[in-house]
């Protein structure tokens, strides 16, 4: 029996494996925390003199409402101009503005741009949400090979979604040849990096004995861990195959 790993229901018991996953870059890096050590004032000393870190940091007060009032046009002035000053994560996050419309007009050109920069200044979420964007022709021509470039620079670099976007192209063959043991060797990478869908993923192939010799009880496993780690599909696949195996 297959085990499905998301809810978009194809045929029967057989569902689709994980949709590709983007980096909301105002989450990354722990920044509200960060941002919580200085006080708005000495925030926006240390952006006036150039500080590009703290210029992102007081964007994401602006943008989370925290410590004064929410002010997306505020966020996007001091994303902008972190980004500027050389701050990767400055240009992730107000590439995810544009992405989304979130207090600028939707711009997917731009938003590609930006990502780009970040990623070119070492940051896995520019290159993900890069290579998102080259996988689906948004802002950007299609071009699945690129996807994959990007995806393998995010998974070298140390980002379990980067080795989870990187495992689905090489299960699915996409923009690369199809690799099933290949797949497993990311799908670990990932869920050992703390990748909920990437432990998913892998209890999948265990479950379908797909690129390594199948494995009710490692299945299992992987499935707790995922349900663990707070993914929906992982418990309900868990409680499917404690059933099956009569625990």
């Known amino acids: ?28 890096l722990g920044n509200a925390a960060i941002a919580k050590e200085l006080s708005i004032n000495e925030l926006q000393e240390r952006c006036d003199k150039n500080h590009a870190s703290d210029c992102r940091l ?11 009032e929410k002010n997306l ?9 972190a980004c500027a000053g050389g701050d990767a994560i400055g240009c992730l996050n107000l590439g995810v503005m544009y992405d ?3 207090g600028v007009r939707k711009d997917k050109l731009k938003a590609a741009n930006l990502y780009r920069k970040a990623c070119d200044g070492g940051n896995a979420g520019g290159c993900i949400n890069l290579g998102f964007m080259y996988g689906n022709g948004e802002g950007v021509k299609q071009d699945k090979f690129k996807a994959v470039e990007l995806y393998t620079k995010a998974c070298d670099g140390g980002s379990a979604s980067g080795c989870l976007n990187l495992g ?22 990932a869920c050992d990096g703390g990748s909920a ?4 993923n892998l209890g999948v192939m265990y479950g379908n004995g797909e690129g390594i010799r199948q494995s009710n009880q490692m299945a299992l496993d992987l499935f707790g861990k995922a349900c663990d780690l707070k993914d929906q599909m992982g418990c309900e696949n868990y409680a499917k195959l404690k059933g099956i195996m009569g625990r």
């Open 1 to 28: 029996m297959a085990f499905p790993v998301k809810a978009f229901a194809n045929s029967g018991d057989q569902m689709k494996k994980l949709i590709m996953v983007m980096v909301a870059g105002l989450l990354l």
């Open 58 to 68: 007081l964007a994401i007060r602006y943008r989370l409402g925290y410590e004064i």
């Open 73 to 81: 046009s505020m966020a996007v002035k001091f994303s902008t101009k």
């Open 100 to 102: 989304q419309g979130d």
């Open 168 to 189: 689905l192209r090489y299960d699915n063959g996409e923009g690369v040849k199809q690799d099933k043991f290949k797949a497993v060797e990311l799908y670990t990478k």
């Open 197 to 200: 869908s990437g432990c998913l």
